[in-house]
């Protein structure tokens, strides 16, 4: 495996990874869907990719890394999140912008120029999303984060990770103040109209679950009571 891989095998790599296959199975109707692609092209993939060694994979059970597979959607996990992160920081493109531009960037980047990106940004640990960064020795950064969706009243929250395939949602969160680092505080949940009421930045905001999709958050301790 000393050449480099091709983009289409960087992408179905850095999918399978994105879907949990690090350390669980990935089922092909999965990969399709996120790659948009019919099934039977999957699967005809999936069979080169694990000839080639970068998965494991059965066709009734689905497809796992190996760790030479990990490796290398890391390797592209990473570029794409130092691109992303250079044409906010240094070009000042809006974060809305960068993913697609990434995508077609990660895949040009030689080794030099990846750490030369990382050394200029400093050795950054999240891309413009907030999604972690992974280091110059592949390591990936776990976080145990849920749904912004998933909080109820009363609870307060701060946005991690955004979602960023969709540059419309990502206009719209960062108009409202939903970006990484804002602090939420959801006030209330209607169930029957699946509308949330939040507190950010002193603005409340009604939203529904979808509007709320694609972020991602911590919840924050409750302060102890003076005195105790």
Do not use: C
């Not at 080169?48 to 497809?63: D, H, N, P, V």
């Amino acid at each position: 495996m000393s050449e480099q891989p091709s983009q289409a095998v960087q992408d179905y790599l850095k999918i399978i990874h994105r879907l949990g296959g690090s350390d669980q199975v990935v089922f092909p109707v999965d990969i399709a869907a996120a790659l948009q692609v019919k099934p039977p092209s999957v699967t005809g993939m999936l069979k080169r990719l694990a000839e080639a060694g970068w998965i494991s994979y059965k066709q009734k059970s689905g497809a796992r890394l190996t760790p030479s597979g990990l490796s290398e959607a890391l390797r592209v996990i990473r570029r794409h999140r130092l691109v992303e992160l250079f044409l906010t920081q240094v070009l000042k493109l809006d974060w809305s912008e960068v993913d697609a531009e990434a995508e077609a960037l990660e895949h040009a980047i030689s080794p030099r120029l990846e750490q030369a990106l990382a050394d200029y940004l400093g050795e950054p640990v999240e891309d413009p999303h907030g999604h972690p960064i992974p280091s110059r020795t592949l390591e990936l950064r776990q976080r145990d984060l849920g749904r912004l969706s998933e909080y109820r009243d009363g609870q307060t929250v701060v946005i991690r990770e955004a979602q960023d395939d969709n540059p419309a949602r990502l206009r719209h969160w960062q108009e409202l103040g939903l970006t990484p680092g804002a602090t939420v505080h959801i006030l209330h949940y209607q169930p029957l109209d699946d509308l949330f009421e939040v507190e950010v930045g002193g603005r409340l905001i009604r939203l529904g679950s979808e509007g709320l999709s694609g972020l991602r958050g911590e919840l924050v301790a409750r302060q102890a009571s003076a005195g105790t």
